[in-house]
């Protein structure tokens, strides 16, 4: 969660602490308005991190080399809105490879990993696109699934059709695809009760 100005947002990440603790979700929420200090990484989850840089890197140099077009939202712009604008602009020139796609419809924010070109029309032509996300984890976990399917949410506005799959490149290089429709009733009924538990926090 994050508070510009008097409007909050929500991340991928918020949905996915509300299903594995509604307790976590709440103290997030008291910590807009009641900021509390964080404990400082460990140098094991630095070095954790470092190691998902290097594995979403090394996938990079790897899908960049496939794609006759490529992009890198992160460098297109420097504000949230800058992106989100460059992210849509890609989309709509049919850019191959789209890196560190943004989205915004408020009150919803999410980064995607990837962003890959396939076939499948959509409102941007004969084609659309599908998200790949990279994982250090050997074997997908269910939250994964869920920050793909918030992702794909925010796609779907975009060029007018959720994406049929979704994809993870795991930390021993499998790569794994999901069909959305396989999980829309879950992830569509567990946002509707965070964004009940969001008003009933409120009030």
């Known amino acids: ?20 603790c509604q307790h976590l979700s ?6 807009l308005e009641q900021p509390m200090e964080k404990a400082e990484d460990s140098e094991e989850a630095a070095i ?36 989100v604008a460059a992210t849509i602009q890609a989309m ?19 980064y995607a990993d990837f ?5 499948t029309p959509s409102q941007l032509g004969n084609y659309s696109y599908e998200i790949i996300d990279t994982k250090l984890s050997k ?10 399917a918030f992702y794909a949410d925010l796609l779907a ?3 007018g059709r959720a994406p049929i799959q979704v994809h993870i490149v795991l930390g021993n290089g499998n790569k794994e695809s999901f069909h959305l429709d396989d999980y829309r009733y879950y992830y569509q009924h567990l946002k509707h009760r965070f964004f009940e538990f969001i008003q009933e926090n409120e009030q």
Not at 26 to 31: E, G, I, T, Y
Not at 139 to 144: D, G, I, N, Q, S
Request: charged residues 25%; aromatic residues 10%.
């Open 1 to 20: 969660m994050q508070k510009i100005g008097s409007h909050i947002v929500y991340s991928a990440s918020d949905l996915v602490h509300f299903m594995e």
């Open 26 to 31: 709440a103290l997030d929420r008291l910590h």
């Open 48 to 83: 954790i991190q470092n190691r998902g840089f290097a594995h979403e890197a090394a996938y990079l140099e790897k899908a960049k080399a496939a794609a006759d077009t490529f992009i890198d939202i992160a460098q297109a712009g420097k504000t949230r809105d800058q992106k």
């Open 92 to 110: 709509e020139q049919g850019i191959d490879l789209i890196y560190q796609a943004a989205f915004y419809d408020a009150p919803l924010v999410g």
């Open 115 to 119: 962003l890959v070109k396939v076939s």
């Open 139 to 148: 074997t997908t976990r269910a939250k994964f699934i869920i920050q793909l």
């Open 157 to 159: 506005r975009v060029q």
